[in-house]
């Protein structure tokens, strides 16, 4: 296990950080128009798409779930591009908006883990405008969508389901480019757990700690509010009880609903609130060393927890709490206890081991440290030295 932290923090206040957690901070939530949650609401996509009279139905999905396609049980002539690829690039999203552009859906459908939804956003609006991608990065820069739009996750991490966000990576800059618009927020969002049971373990535990640090990010993050808190250390504290069970056992349904409502919790946190140093620091992995989002995050989690401490002491301690791990204020047990909680799901911690080279640290610190949208929301300032830092303690 690595030792040493980043730098050495003064050790936290136990206090409420009276600044964190500001309830007069005006805040604007969006949630999907229906939102169905439970095992076996999967029937309800059939009845939406009928109630609406959809006849070309395009699911966009990854090659797992396109041969599945049939448990959605759509009217009309389906059509399904069953190409996406795990973080998505956007070769990838070319393909599936060219696709939907000869198909010409009344509904799209996202029917996936994190990467199909999110393509899934972008192809409903992009399938009947010809405004190309660089045109809509950003925040509300889409100007309409046209045709319905579905979701059903398969994965609980990514939240994807709730929001307004879609990542796509661009393979030149070897970042991801976030388009957040409220057009892309579902008309219909279906968590049905059951569709979760045959994810496997490795990608279980990663998408786990996934959404968990949607939770802790946004619940230490500068911009915390109190309507997201609710669910941020909620969805911790299911994660912190379900996440080694579903690791430990696939089919074990009490485990899987409580972590898809923990991801959708996660979900929840991204819109008004959104993510800080974890996500920044662990992107560089995706984007230059095609790690999955999820591993990716979970490497990175312990680090950032940790560093943050000295600012976030009282709420990192009640994620502590939530993940039944011991509450106590010193960075480096908070550091210890939550590697090992990530390391005992079988997660590979080490840079080195997933095969990043040495030589590129110090880049994908410059890269990390760019990602102002997220780090400028962190609850403490984190340079580019202390990234640095974090990647080479984690290597
Ligand atoms: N929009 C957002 O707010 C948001 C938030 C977090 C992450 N993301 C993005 O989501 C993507 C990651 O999504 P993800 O972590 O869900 O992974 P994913 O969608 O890439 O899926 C990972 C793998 O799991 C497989 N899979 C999916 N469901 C399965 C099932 N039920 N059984 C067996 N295998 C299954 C897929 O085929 C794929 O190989 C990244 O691109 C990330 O940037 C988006
Ligand atoms: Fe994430």
């Known amino acids: 296990m690595p030792s040493g932290l980043p730098s050495a923090p003064p050790r936290p206040s136990l206090e409420i950080e009276p600044t964190m957690t500001n309830a ?14 439970g095992n076996g609401t999967i029937t309800a996509a059939a009845r939406f798409a009928e109630r609406i009279d959809a006849r070309r139905p395009l699911v966009i999905s990854d090659p797992f779930n396109a041969r599945r396609v049939d448990t959605l049980a759509l009217p009309g002539a389906v059509k399904v591009f069953g190409e996406v690829k795990p973080e998505p690039d956007l070769p990838n999203l070319e393909k599936a908006v060219a696709m939907a552009k000869e198909a010409k859906p009344d509904l ?4 996936g883990g994190g990467s199909a939804m999110d393509l899934a956003k972008l192809v409903a609006v992009m399938c009947t405008s010809d405004v190309p991608f ?27 389901e709730a929001g307004t966000r879609a990542l796509v990576t661009d393979p030149v800059r070897q970042n991801k480019q976030a388009v957040q618009s409220r057009f892309m ?33 946004a619940y230490t993050s500068r911009k ?14 299911l994660v912190g009880r379900y996440l080694k069970r579903a690791v430990a056992d696939g089919g074990d349904r009490e485990a899987r609903a409580g972590l898809s409502l923990a991801s959708l919790y996660g979900g929840y946190c991204l819109g008004p609130v959104n993510t800080t140093a974890g996500h920044a620091v662990a992107y560089p992995l995706g984007t230059r060393h095609h790690i999955a989002h ?31 791990l011991p509450e106590q204020s010193d960075p480096k047990l908070a550091f210890d206890a939550t590697y090992a909680f990530c390391k005992n799901l079988g ?6 081991a997933l095969g990043v ?3 590129d640290l110090g880049v994908m610190a410059d890269e990390a440290h760019a990602i102002r949208r997220l780090l400028d929301n962190n609850p403490r300032d984190l340079s580019r030295d202390a990234i640095l830092n974090m990647y080479e303690v984690a290597f």
Do not use: W
């Not at 799209?108 to 029917?111: T, Y």
């Not at 279906?190 to 700690?209: S, W, Y």
């Open 24 to 37: 007069f901070t005006p805040i604007e939530i969006l949630r999907p128009t229906i939102l169905e949650f």
């Open 347 to 352: 997660v590979e911690m080490r840079l080195s």
């Open 108 to 111: 799209v459908v996202g029917f």
């Open 185 to 217: 927020l579902a008309d219909i969002a279906i968590v049905d757990p059951d569709l979760t049971m045959t994810v496997p373990k490795e990608i279980t535990a990663a998408t786990g700690v996934d959404a968990l640090a949607h939770c802790v990010e």
């Open 224 to 237: 915390a509010h109190p309507m997201i808190d609710l669910y941020a250390l909620e969805g911790a504290r």
């Open 134 to 160: 660089a045109d809509i990065v950003g925040p509300e820069k889409v100007t309409g969508r046209s045709v319905a739009l579905m979701q059903v996750p398969t994965t609980s991490g990514t939240g994807s």
């Open 357 to 359: 080279p040495k030589n």
């Open 294 to 324: 999820g591993l990716a995050c979970a490497v990175i989690f312990p680090h950032t927890l940790a560093f943050n401490m000295s600012a976030v002491g009282a709420k990192t301690v009640a994620v502590l709490g939530a993940l039944g």
